[in-house]
């Protein structure tokens, strides 16, 4: 049982550290335009707002809407709990919850395929980037399949899918939003305390998938707490020292997406019933994100023979 929690913690670490790529870059880009003082807080305060604000409350507040029949703290400690009430209700909020967070990993994960730039990692990845345009076409028919044997199951499980794909949207185009305007902030006059506020809100946008794709590994908030805590803190860290080492990790960000697929895969299986053993989403992510680490090194290794 320990040993199983302590994988489960280490698996969402690492998922949460590669997922956040993107927004160490982003965070490293503005700091560098920031005063020390403004920066430090950003390090020490910054850490308390990401990690427990954020990838605390946010998997405890989804659990708790999603399962009605339960009070707050209930919801907190669902499954460390004895009451036979509260994990009924938690069990049958489950496959709601998989399904939503399954589609929005499935469809973030096909949107980097087909429209988003990368370094090509895998054969056929530069032809399916030629084929953007079929990124909707693709998208809505699977999420049209879903919701057709969703359906057939209840009526709740279908419309958690088609959640999942609107909080996609949603979430993508703050994501982009906030994308574009990080090089005009940069160079910009804003006071520190703007880009403070801006930071905070891009790292809630951000922080999204790490949280939906947590479901994946457990239902367990504290788990969550700590696992994606840890991952935040890591995070940070590469945001101050090591941000050029982690964009000369060519197919780093490959890894991670292609883990979010996996992650997804496993969501939506277990959402139509599926019983996969607890230690796969773990596996999963140590292999894919593990494979595509050495990779990177090995091409890293490479261009300085070059």
Same mark, same amino acid.
């Given at each position: 049982?320990?040993?199983?929690?302590?994988?489960?913690?280490?698996?969402?670490?690492?998922?949460?550290?590669?997922?956040?790529?993107?927004?160490?870059?982003?965070?490293?880009?503005?700091?560098?335009?920031?005063?020390?003082? @403004? #920066?430090?807080?950003? *390090?020490?305060? /910054?850490?308390? +707002?990401? =990690? &427990? %604000?954020?990838?605390?409350? $946010?998997?405890?507040?989804?659990?708790?809407?999603?399962?009605?029949?339960?009070?707050?703290?209930?919801?907190?400690?669902?499954?460390?709990?004895?009451?036979?009430?509260?994990?009924?209700?938690?069990?049958? @909020? #489950?496959?709601?919850? *998989?399904?939503? /967070?399954?589609? +929005?990993? =499935? &469809? %973030?994960?096909?949107?980097? $395929?087909?429209?988003?730039?990368?370094?090509?990692?895998?054969?056929?990845?530069?032809?399916?980037?030629?084929?953007?345009?079929?990124?909707?076409?693709?998208?809505?028919?699977?999420?049209?399949?879903?919701?057709?044997?969703?359906?057939?199951?209840?009526? /709740?499980?279908? +419309?958690?899918?088609? %959640?999942g794909s609107t909080a996609f949207f949603i979430i993508h185009g703050f994501k982009e939003t906030?994308?574009?305007?990080?090089?005009?902030?940069?160079?910009?006059?804003?006071?520190?305390?703007?880009?403070?506020?801006?930071?905070?809100?891009?790292?809630?946008?951000?922080?999204?998938?790490?949280?939906?794709?947590?479901?994946?590994f457990t239902l367990s908030v504290p788990l969550i707490l700590v696992g994606n805590g840890l991952?935040?803190?890591?995070?940070?860290?590469?945001?101050?020292?090591?941000?050029?080492?982690?964009?000369?990790?060519?197919?780093?960000?490959?890894?991670?997406?292609?883990?979010?697929?996996?992650?997804?895969?496993?969501?939506?299986?277990?959402?139509?019933?599926?019983?996969?053993?607890?230690?796969?989403?773990?596996?999963?992510?140590?292999?894919?994100?593990?494979?595509?680490?050495?990779?990177?090194?090995?091409?890293?290794?490479?261009?300085?023979r070059g």
């Amino acid at each position: 049982m320990l040993a199983m929690m302590a994988v489960t913690v280490l698996g969402l670490a690492l998922f949460e550290t590669v997922s956040s790529i993107d927004n160490a870059i982003i965070n490293a880009e503005v700091l560098g335009t920031m005063g020390r003082k @403004a #920066r430090r807080w950003f *390090l020490t305060w /910054g850490i308390f +707002f990401a =990690v &427990f %604000l954020v990838r605390g409350l $946010l998997p405890w507040l989804i659990i708790w809407l999603a399962t009605p029949g339960i009070g707050p703290v209930e919801a907190l400690m669902a499954a460390f709990s004895s009451d036979h009430r509260v994990l009924a209700a938690v069990e049958g @909020a #489950r496959p709601s919850l *998989l399904m939503a /967070g399954g589609v +929005f990993l =499935v &469809f %973030l994960f096909l949107h980097w $395929l087909f429209l988003e730039e990368k370094h090509f990692g895998l054969p056929g990845e530069r032809f399916i980037a030629r084929q953007g345009a079929w990124f909707y076409a693709i998208g809505s028919a699977a999420l049209l399949a879903l919701v057709w044997f969703a359906q057939r199951r209840s009526g /709740g499980l279908a +419309f958690a899918a088609v %959640l999942g794909s609107t909080a996609f949207f949603i979430i993508h185009g703050f994501k982009e939003t906030a994308e574009r305007q990080e090089a005009g902030l940069a160079g910009s006059a804003l006071s520190d305390l703007a880009k403070l506020l801006y930071l905070e809100a891009i790292d809630l946008t951000f922080s999204i998938d790490g949280v939906l794709g947590a479901f994946a590994f457990t239902l367990s908030v504290p788990l969550i707490l700590v696992g994606n805590g840890l991952g935040a803190v890591v995070v940070r860290q590469l945001t101050v020292g090591n941000i050029e080492r982690i964009r000369s990790l060519l197919y780093l960000k490959n890894g991670a997406m292609y883990s979010i697929l996996g992650l997804g895969a496993v969501m939506v299986a277990e959402a139509f019933g599926a019983e996969l053993p607890e230690w796969l989403t773990p596996l999963l992510t140590f292999a894919i994100v593990g494979w595509f680490f050495v990779k990177s090194l090995r091409a890293d290794k490479a261009r300085g023979r070059g």
